[in-house]
Every structure is written in structure tokens, then in C-alpha cells.
């Protein structure tokens, strides 16, 4: 089992950037598919991005394609989302994840375990 914290929300304007941070526990992190998922009031949870276990595919939405990065480090726990050219669309909780069984999988009912959230909030 693996429990997630994500981190690095907060308040940008439109064009800005953030990054996002996702701490997990446990010795097992390596061995999981990570992913981010974002949910805008109102909306269903949605894709953002994923990568496989040991980093070396990765994933994006189209929506955000050219504009966020999602990286690991399996040393440190981490996985990170850096955020540019933000848009007001782009307002959400944000959401990791953790997947057993699937690389890169855009359903959130193919992730395991789940962070409370942080919030991006893009102003215009």
C-alpha cells in the first residue's frame, strides 16, 4: 500500500507557472505507475498526465500537452507536475495517483491509491 500527499498549489496568474509535488510513503513506490488527475467543479475528474514505473514513459493529456511536465524521482518518493503557461481552465484540484497494474492509463478507476488534493487556482 502506498499513501500520497501532493503539495504546491496555490493562486497564478493566467501565463504563470507552479509545480506540483506528490510525496508517497512506503518502500514500493518505484513499483507503481504514477499519474495526475485534476477536478474542476461542477466536473468530472479528469487525465492530466502519467508515468511508468521507472520514469521513462510518459503521459499527457492533450490539453495540456507542450505545457506541463510530469517527472519522478524514485530515490526521494517524489513525483512532481511542473505547470506553465497556465490557463483558467487549467483551475482545479489536482490529484495523484498510483497504479498496481497500468502504465500511462488515462481511468481513474486503473489507479490504486489516491492524495486528498491540491488546489490550482489560475486567476485572468
Known amino acids: 500500500q502506498v499513501q500520497l500527499v501532493e503539495s504546491g498549489g496555490g493562486l497564478v496568474q493566467a501565463g504563470g507557472s507552479l509545480r506540483l509535488s506528490c510525496t508517497a510513503s512506503?518502500?514500493?513506490?518505484?513499483?507503481?505507475?504514477m499519474g495526475w488527475f485534476r477536478q474542476a467543479p461542477g466536473k468530472e475528474r479528469e487525465f492530466v498526465a502519467a508515468?511508468?514505473?521507472?520514469?521513462?514513459?510518459?503521459y499527457y493529456a492533450d490539453s495540456v500537452k507542450g505545457r506541463f511536465t510530469i517527472s519522478r524521482d524514485n530515490a526521494k518518493n517524489m513525483v512532481y507536475l511542473q505547470m506553465n503557461s497556465l490557463k483558467p481552465e487549467d483551475m482545479a484540484v489536482y490529484y495523484c495517483?498510483?497504479?498496481?497494474?497500468?502504465?500511462?492509463?488515462?481511468?481513474?478507476?486503473?489507479?490504486?491509491?489516491w492524495g486528498q488534493g491540491t488546489q490550482v487556482t489560475v486567476s485572468s
Open positions: 495517483a498510483a497504479s498496481q497494474f497500468y502504465s500511462g492509463s488515462p481511468l481513474a478507476r486503473e489507479y490504486d491509491f
Open positions: 512506503g518502500r514500493t513506490f518505484s513499483s507503481y505507475n
Open positions: 508515468i511508468s514505473r521507472r520514469g521513462g514513459s510518459t
